[in-house]
Nanobody
Framework: QVELVESGGGEVQAGGSLRLSCTAS?????MAWFRQAPGKERENVAA????????YYADSVKDRFTITRNSGENAMTLHMSGLRSEDTAVYYC??????????????????WGQGTQVTVSS
């Protein structure tokens, strides 16, 4: 079983930036960040292919968040800027057991991290 470990969460003022990192203990192909705020459904905010060449962003974070990974590495980073109070949530890292080529949506993730809290204060 592959374990995912997130780091980099914390509290920041509105308009500020944070960087989240996720490292897998073994091979994982597609990776993604999800978030869940209290009383809300879990949301896929960003995803990236194994090569790092293909990415997906939710409309709510487009142009503010950037997901990156080096090709074939079992780790990724989420750079978040222009943070808003509505970005407050627990952020989860996810990874796949299987290779999905360039697809970054409609994917079932097999591995999940424990989550890291991001709090944006206004």
């Amino acid at each position: 079983q592959v374990e995912l470990v997130e780091s980099g969460g914390g509290e920041v003022q509105a308009g500020g930036s944070l960087r989240l990192s996720c490292t897998a203990s073994g091979r994982t192909y597609n990776m993604a960040w999800f978030r869940q705020a209290p009383g809300k459904e879990r949301e896929n905010v960003a995803a990236i292919s194994w090569s790092g060449a293909d990415t997906y962003y939710a409309d709510s974070v487009k142009d503010r968040f950037t997901i990156t990974r080096n090709s074939g590495e079992n780790a990724m980073t989420l750079h978040m800027s222009g943070l808003r109070s509505e970005d407050t949530a627990v952020y989860y890292c996810a990874g796949t057991k299987y290779y999905y080529s360039s697809y970054v949506t409609g994917i079932d993730y097999d591995y999940w991290g424990q989550g890291t809290q991001v709090t944006v204060s206004s």
